[in-house]
């Protein structure tokens, strides 16, 4: 079973940047959907944007904000996040399995990582 550890977060002012990184195990990370989802405080998690092999989608909040991309060669995915927002403070997670990207907006992961706290405030 591949897992997951994300990395990369911190405190940073509103219209700073961070970018995360996600590590995977397992040699069959290069087949899999990748997702990076969020979860605020009282608040759902939420998927914040998804990548297979080229393709790449987004929640409406980040378009044009946050970039997703992957380096299968270091196993790990990036999630670039530029012009941060309060709005954007929470727990980040990564995820993956072997599906179609569509699937990842409603795949139940049997478990998650620790993620990594993104705080964004004055």
């Known amino acids: 079973q591949v897992q997951f550890v994300e990395s990369g977060g911190g405190l940073v002012q509103p219209g700073g940047s961070l970018r995360l990184s996600c590590l995977a195990s397992g040699s069959i990370f290069s087949t899999y959907a990748m997702g990076w989802y969020r979860q605020a405080p009282g608040a759902q998690r939420e998927l914040v944007a998804t990548?297979?092999?080229?393709?790449?989608n987004y929640a409406d909040s980040v378009k044009g904000r946050f970039t997703i991309s992957r380096d299968n060669a270091k196993n790990t995915v990036y999630l670039q996040m530029n012009s941060l927002q309060p709005e954007d403070t929470a727990v980040y997670y990564c995820?993956?399995?072997?599906?179609?990207?569509?699937?990842?907006?409603?795949?139940?992961?049997?478990?998650w990582g620790q993620g990594t706290q993104v705080t964004v405030s004055s």
């Open positions: 995820n993956g399995a072997p599906v179609p990207l569509i699937t990842m907006a409603t795949m139940r992961f049997l478990s």
């Open positions: 990548i297979k092999f080229s393709t790449t």
